[in-house]
């Protein structure tokens, strides 16, 4: 299959493919760019139907980390590592010490963390043989409540721009994905006074959900038609494609999820509806934001979640834009991003 002529190589600086026969260890190492600073992104386990699946999500999930970080101003380039396999049942100390392995091999380039199929656990196994690590224990922790935090915040800003509200009470939200950062949302959302419908594809996390914040209960696969005014995909990527963009009854798609627009150009058909996107790589930035804040000599987790408050202007300023210029919200982000790291490249 074609790596450099791929669209979502998209001039990666390095892909690494990582194999260790003891433990069975299959993973990609994807860096997009790092001319604002070495590359930090998580580590996602996952059973990929096949290694070309893997490899595009890998380098869908680097390039995005390059914009996330660029679009909030931190001193950080993108990367991204995917390893195939099944995280309830394939985990091994060995496996992560393995894959550790590379991450030291690339000398500081990547830096990981956790992802979906990951936790603090797992990252704190890859620190036995690498300091090339972000989010463990001794440090923020994991970051998916400030995740969570700003992805809240962002739901805030669409609804203000798209309804012209300052609060939440009352407005219907549906949340697509219970995974950490989606469950901590739900209660957020909850706690703000929204109105919950709630999907995942595992039945206890559902339980667990709609049990504490007294929400609504729908299908995984068909949450996104649900009448409601917010829908927040916080699952996988792609949600948002030919199939599902005509059946959205929400005004407004604002989640924690990477990659949602299966193409591009997506963006333009969600704005010819009429619905206002919240670019991914915007509104989930609260993460990296809060890992980045471990650079310091002392973590301050208050002055973490201030910084992680200004996804609201961010994309206050980014919806501005797209409706001055009558483009998608994504085309009017990535411009604000590319100025930001091409303008290093220049320096540079």
Same mark, same amino acid.
């Given at each position: 299959?074609?790596?450099?002529?791929?669209?979502?190589?998209?001039?990666?600086?390095?892909?690494?493919?990582?194999?260790?026969?003891?433990?069975?260890? #299959?993973?990609?190492?994807?860096?997009?760019?790092?001319?604002?600073?070495?590359?930090?992104?998580?580590?996602?386990?996952?059973?990929?139907?096949?290694?070309?699946?893997?490899?595009?999500?890998?380098?869908?999930?680097?390039?995005?980390?390059?914009?996330?970080?660029?679009?909030?101003?931190?001193?950080?380039?993108?990367?991204?590592?995917?390893?195939?396999?099944?995280?309830?049942?394939?985990?091994?100390?060995?496996?992560?010490?393995?894959?550790?392995?590379?991450?030291?091999?690339?000398?500081?380039?990547?830096? %990981?963390?956790?992802?979906?199929?990951?936790?603090? /656990? &797992?990252?704190?196994? *890859?620190?036995?043989?690498?300091?090339? %690590?972000?989010?463990?224990?001794?440090? $923020?922790? =994991?970051?998916?409540?400030?995740? !969570?935090?700003? %992805?809240?915040?962002?739901?805030?800003?669409?609804?203000? /721009?798209?309804?012209?509200?300052?609060?939440?009470?009352?407005?219907?939200?549906?949340?697509?994905?219970?995974?950490?950062?989606?469950?901590?949302?739900?209660?957020?959302?909850?706690? +703000?006074?929204?109105?919950?419908?709630?999907?995942?594809?595992?039945?206890?996390?559902?339980?667990?959900?709609?049990?504490?914040?007294?929400?609504?209960?729908?299908?995984?696969?068909?949450?996104?038609?649900?009448? %409601?005014?917010?829908?927040?995909?916080? /699952?996988?990527?792609?949600?948002?494609?030919?199939?599902?963009?005509?059946?959205?009854?929400?005004?407004?798609?604002?989640? /924690?999820?990477?990659?949602?627009?299966?193409?591009? @150009?997506?963006?333009?058909?969600? #704005?010819?509806?009429?619905?206002?996107?919240?670019?991914?790589?915007?509104?989930?930035?609260?993460?990296?934001?809060?890992?980045?804040?471990? $650079?310091?000599?002392?973590? &301050? #987790?208050? +002055?973490?979640?201030?910084?992680?408050?200004?996804?609201? =202007?961010?994309?206050?300023?980014?919806?501005?834009?797209?409706?001055?210029?009558?483009?998608?919200?994504?085309?009017? !982000? &990535? @411009? *604000?991003?590319?100025?930001?790291? #091409?303008?290093?490249?220049?320096? +540079?």
């Amino acid at each position: 299959m074609p790596i450099f002529t791929a669209p979502d190589f998209d001039g990666h600086e390095q892909v690494v493919f990582c194999h260790d026969a003891e433990t069975g260890l #299959r993973a990609i190492i994807a860096i997009h760019n790092t001319t604002r600073g070495p590359s930090l992104g998580g580590c996602r386990m996952w059973p990929y139907a096949s290694e070309e699946e893997a490899l595009t999500d890998a380098l869908r999930l680097s390039r995005g980390m390059t914009y996330k970080s660029a679009l909030a101003g931190l001193p950080l380039g993108g990367g991204k590592s995917v390893i195939i396999g099944e995280s309830r049942t394939q985990k091994t100390p060995a496996l992560f010490r393995a894959f550790g392995r590379f991450v030291e091999s690339l000398g500081g380039r990547y830096i %990981v963390a956790e992802d979906v199929g990951t936790g603090v /656990a &797992d990252i704190e196994i *890859v620190r036995q043989v690498t300091r090339h %690590v972000a989010g463990t224990a001794g440090g $923020s922790g =994991d970051p998916s409540p400030v995740t !969570a935090y700003g %992805v809240f915040q962002g739901i805030r800003a669409a609804v203000k /721009a798209k309804l012209g509200r300052d609060d939440l009470a009352g407005l219907r939200i549906a949340v697509q994905g219970l995974g950490h950062v989606g469950h901590d949302l739900a209660r957020q959302l909850y706690e +703000a006074g929204a109105l919950l419908v709630v999907a995942d594809i595992d039945e206890a996390r559902v339980a667990r959900t709609a049990a504490a914040y007294h929400a609504e209960i729908l299908p995984a696969d068909r949450i996104h038609a649900a009448d %409601v005014d917010v829908f927040a995909p916080c /699952a996988l990527g792609a949600i948002l494609n030919d199939e599902t963009i005509p059946e959205i009854q929400a005004g407004i798609v604002a989640g /924690a999820a990477n990659n949602q627009l299966a193409e591009d @150009r997506h963006g333009e058909v969600l #704005r010819l509806r009429g619905i206002l996107y919240a670019p991914d790589y915007a509104i989930n930035a609260g993460g990296i934001i809060n890992i980045h804040h471990e $650079s310091f000599d002392h973590y &301050d #987790r208050a +002055a973490a979640l201030k910084q992680v408050e200004g996804i609201y =202007d961010t994309l206050l300023e980014i919806f501005a834009h797209a409706e001055t210029e009558g483009i998608p919200t994504g085309t009017a !982000a &990535d @411009r *604000v991003a590319e100025s930001r790291f #091409r303008k290093q490249q220049q320096v +540079a």
